[in-house]
């Protein structure tokens, strides 16, 4: 079967505002398919500069078959490279984190600096040429505090990306805060899944109650629908542009990045269960006024954040196989803020904790019925789940262009 001109076939005919195929869900030749057009091609969100504040710091990431390592130079700058040692292929940085003054892989010890180059590799004989074989580049992009990487061998522009979200993010100066606490869980489902039960809050009543004491379940949070037309969202926007905070919705032609400030219920400030802060010190002094709200960034296919007056929050989407994803969420507080005075961990993680918990079951479960041949796509409401519509169609739009773009390739070349 040319896997390629089945999903062509059925991106082209799939109905729009309807859930897609089957096989998108489960089939591990169409996740594979997904890895070649989507994960190995485009730039996917890895973590946060303060993971790595000093020289030597660095963090791993796999994607699909690829291991990454990122790594803060002696020049202060942030890299990536394809976490393969150049003598026998051996991972050079095995732990998900650590700090080193140069990079060893624990085989035979070719050791590498700190921007990739080979700097010793004992007894390779008199011809051995060490500049040949330093460790293989990964495109890197810092903006606003976040690190992005794109495994091509030529990434897209990332002009784009910078010039829509960097004016939205720089206020809350995430650059320079500081993890207070990190983890990741494994989900059962598809990471189409795991996005689309993210895109709506439709289902949010009945399965999130500590999230909805402060999180809105009108569609219009979301930004896709008709938010601008809502008077609520619309004064927030003012009130904080007037401040000098960028909120109002903007969303990349593309539909794989946007962003927006939205209100938070009543006189909810963040997200725990009595809407009351939960850091005293603010997370950056650049924010001048209170009740800012939720700074909503999303970026396709793999990071959407919450950024508030005390806090934000990460969360990196990552696929594992054709039903299992991992989510990491990661909190961060202001440099300075101490645990235990400034704030608590599990006020400042509950809401989240929960909520996370509760959408696992949820992708879960959604998977299982996936999985019965009674399964046919089915329709979103128009009234709740643009969001997830807006997801469906990107994805649509996205592997078609991209197969479409490698046949005309291959016609070109033959």
């Not at 699909?64 to 393969?84: E, M, Q, S």
């Not at 011809?127 to 903006?143: A, L, N, R």
């Not at 000098?244 to 400030?269: K, T, W, Y």
């Not at 997801?391 to 739009?397: C, I, K, P, Q």
Request: hydrophobic share 35%; aromatic share 12%.
């Amino acid at each position: 079967m040319d896997i390629r001109n089945t999903v062509l076939r059925q991106l082209k005919n799939q109905r729009p505002g309807y859930s897609l195929e089957q096989p998108f869900y489960i089939d591990a030749d169409y996740f594979k398919l997904d890895l070649e057009m989507i994960w190995y091609r485009d730039w996917l969100f890895i973590g946060h500069d303060c993971e790595i504040p000093r020289a030597g710091n660095y963090v791993t990431v796999q994607i699909g078959d690829y291991p990454v390592v990122i790594v803060r130079g002696r020049d202060k700058l942030i890299r990536a490279f394809h976490n393969t040692c150049r003598h026998r292929g051996h991972r050079v940085c095995t732990q998900e984190k650590g700090a080193s003054a140069k990079l060893v892989c624990p085989y035979h010890q070719w050791t590498y600096d700190l921007d990739g180059s080979l700097v010793f590799a004992r007894q390779m004989g008199e011809d051995f040429d060490k500049s040949e074989f330093g460790m293989k580049p990964v495109h890197c992009e810092t903006v606003g505090g976040y690190i992005f990487i794109c495994l091509a061998n030529e990434a897209p522009d990332f002009a784009p990306v910078r010039a829509t979200i960097e004016p939205y993010m720089a206020p809350h100066r995430l650059w320079e805060a500081k993890v207070a606490h990190k983890n990741t869980i494994i989900e059962k489902g598809n990471w189409k899944l795991v996005w689309e039960n993210n895109r709506e809050c439709y289902h949010c009543a009945g399965n999130h109650p500590e999230l909805c004491r402060t999180y809105p379940e009108a569609p219009t949070a979301t930004g896709v629908q008709g938010a601008a037309d809502d008077p609520f969202i619309s004064e927030h926007w003012e009130r904080c542009e007037g401040a000098g905070l960028p909120s109002s919705f903007n969303m990349h032609q593309s539909g794989q990045f946007r962003v927006a400030r939205m209100p938070l219920i009543q006189d909810a400030e963040s997200y725990t269960m009595s809407g009351q802060r939960a850091v005293k010190r603010p997370l950056s002094d650049d924010v001048k006024i209170s009740h800012i709200g939720t700074m909503l960034l999303f970026h396709y296919p793999t990071t959407w954040n919450h950024m508030l007056g005390d806090h934000a929050i990460s969360f990196r989407v990552l696929p594992i196989s054709a039903e299992e994803t991992a989510v990491t969420t990661t909190w961060l507080v202001h440099k300075d803020a101490v645990e235990g005075v400034d704030y608590d961990l599990e006020e400042l993680t509950h809401v989240w904790n929960m909520t996370n918990d509760q959408d696992r079951s949820i992708v879960e479960e959604n998977a299982f019925g996936i999985r019965s041949p009674a399964y046919e796509p089915g329709p979103y409401s128009p009234d709740h789940e643009g969001g997830v519509m807006q997801f469906v169609e990107w994805y649509t739009n996205f592997m078609l262009n991209r197969l479409q773009g490698d046949q005309a390739r291959l016609h070109a070349v033959a």
